[in-house]
């Protein structure tokens, strides 16, 4: 099966067998860290500086293919420290917060202040809650969208288009929501005086390189790959959590494995790509335990015929046709369109 056409039935007795086969994966290993580092680090920075004379040489609009390449390394720099936010990159507690600082000032995401958030999104994914756009898409289900204003659902209907939710809000995630003090967690505090001090730095760095490199030239070369990293990331998290036959329950019903195993995909792409983007793909396992490593996922589910057998595989075509999973219908437990929506319930039990 290399494609979600429905949910697929998993046996509570195996559901509880599924935490103590992950756990084995969840020693960090130094050796597989470091070579994960270098080869994500080292070929950013020599694509980032190819960009730089190709840009001096022939424009900013010759050295976009190299972009989207570096793009994918700027995945695995997030990656690594999206591991070092769950404290499973390495063994040591320091050196884990350390690299992950280190790699914020590269993904422009700061480590501290969206560390909180993600770990929201861990400890509260797929509830039915009233903060559900924390560490997460914000998703209306089909009774919310019958019940708002015209003017909500207008807001909402334009906040799911493929042009906003992959065009749009990439780069306001990136240079905006990243930037400003509005995380609405009890920490809040805490987290504002570590985003300021991140902020500060950036500048500082960002601001040398612009003074040596010229600030138009640093512009043609970061924005490009910023933003196409953008784009990806927000693709697999979308594919990730907004899937077709995907689990979502009121916070009281939430069961965390099932959320983990058919509330996360597996994406099924080649291995390659998976490389490129730092095993993220192999989702349901990193929500079933986020500590194993990231380098450590794909053994996990290769030696793991169980872990096989419960994920909800997503191919990359079938993943265009998310794309038009808007609501989340209660009663037929699944994603549906607008279209959909406005077929079965009606447009006269609507606001517009």
């Given at each position: 099966?290399?494609?979600?056409?429905?949910?697929?039935?998993?046996?509570?007795?195996?559901?509880?067998?599924?935490?103590?086969?992950?756990?084995?994966?969840?020693?960090?290993?130094?050796?597989?860290?470091?070579?994960?580092?270098?080869?994500?680090?080292?070929?950013?920075?020599?694509?980032?500086?190819?960009?730089?004379?190709?840009?001096?040489?022939?424009g900013w609009w010759r050295g976009i293919a190299v972009a989207v390449l570096n793009a994918f390394f700027l995945v695995r720099i997030f990656i690594i420290q999206h591991d070092c936010w769950h404290q499973s990159f390495l063994s040591s507690h320091k050196a884990n917060n350390?690299?992950?600082k280190i790699c914020s000032f590269l993904t422009f995401i700061p480590y501290t202040y969206r560390s909180a958030g993600h770990s929201f999104?861990?400890?509260?994914?797929?509830?039915?809650?009233?903060?559900?756009?924390?560490?997460?898409?914000?998703?209306?289900?089909?009774?919310?969208?019958?019940?708002?204003?015209?003017?909500?659902?207008?807001?909402?209907?334009?906040?799911?288009?493929?042009?906003?939710?992959?065009?749009?809000?990439?780069?306001?995630?990136?240079?905006?929501?990243?930037?400003?003090?509005?995380?609405?967690?009890?920490?809040?505090?805490?987290?504002?005086?570590?985003?300021?001090?991140?902020?500060?730095?950036?500048?500082?760095?960002?601001?040398?390189?612009?003074?040596?490199?010229?600030?138009?030239?640093?512009?043609?070369?970061?924005?490009?790959?910023?933003?196409?990293?953008?784009?990806?990331?927000?693709?697999?998290?979308?594919?990730?959590?907004?899937?077709?036959?995907?689990?979502?329950?009121?916070?009281?019903?939430?069961?965390?494995?099932?959320?983990?195993?058919?509330?996360?995909?597996?994406?099924?792409?080649?291995?390659?790509?998976?490389?490129?983007?730092?095993?993220?793909?192999?989702?349901?396992?990193?929500?079933?335990?986020?500590?194993?490593?990231?380098?450590?996922?794909?053994?996990?589910?290769?030696?793991?015929?169980?872990?096989?057998?419960?994920?909800?595989?997503?191919?990359?075509?079938?993943?265009?046709?998310?794309?038009?999973?808007?609501?989340?219908?209660?009663?037929?437990?699944?994603?549906?369109?607008?279209?959909?929506?406005?077929?079965?319930?009606?447009?006269?039990?609507?606001?517009?």
């Amino acid at each position: 099966m290399t494609a979600i056409h429905k949910l697929i039935p998993i046996d509570i007795s195996i559901l509880k067998e599924l935490p103590k086969i992950a756990n084995k994966y969840r020693l960090p290993n130094t050796k597989k860290a470091i070579i994960q580092l270098c080869t994500s680090v080292l070929p950013y920075i020599a694509l980032w500086i190819s960009m730089y004379f190709m840009v001096q040489e022939w424009g900013w609009w010759r050295g976009i293919a190299v972009a989207v390449l570096n793009a994918f390394f700027l995945v695995r720099i997030f990656i690594i420290q999206h591991d070092c936010w769950h404290q499973s990159f390495l063994s040591s507690h320091k050196a884990n917060n350390l690299i992950g600082k280190i790699c914020s000032f590269l993904t422009f995401i700061p480590y501290t202040y969206r560390s909180a958030g993600h770990s929201f999104h861990h400890n509260h994914a797929n509830k039915l809650r009233e903060f559900r756009d924390i560490g997460d898409l914000y998703t209306m289900t089909t009774q919310e969208f019958m019940d708002a204003s015209i003017w909500k659902k207008t807001w909402y209907i334009i906040f799911r288009s493929p042009i906003v939710m992959f065009g749009i809000i990439p780069i306001r995630y990136i240079l905006f929501n990243n930037r400003l003090p509005l995380a609405r967690l009890p920490e809040k505090k805490k987290l504002n005086t570590s985003l300021i001090s991140n902020n500060l730095i950036t500048i500082v760095l960002y601001g040398g390189i612009g003074y040596f490199l010229g600030t138009h030239t640093l512009l043609s070369v970061q924005l490009p790959i910023l933003v196409i990293f953008g784009t990806i990331a927000i693709w697999f998290f979308y594919i990730q959590h907004q899937h077709e036959f995907g689990y979502k329950a009121r916070k009281d019903k939430r069961e965390y494995i099932r959320s983990a195993v058919q509330g996360s995909t597996f994406y099924n792409l080649p291995k390659r790509m998976h490389w490129l983007t730092g095993n993220i793909g192999y989702h349901h396992i990193h929500h079933l335990n986020a500590a194993i490593p990231s380098y450590e996922l794909a053994n996990c589910y290769n030696k793991e015929p169980l872990l096989q057998e419960v994920a909800q595989k997503v191919g990359f075509w079938e993943s265009l046709r998310f794309t038009w999973c808007h609501l989340w219908d209660e009663q037929q437990q699944k994603m549906i369109s607008f279209w959909k929506y406005y077929k079965i319930y009606g447009k006269e039990k609507s606001k517009i």
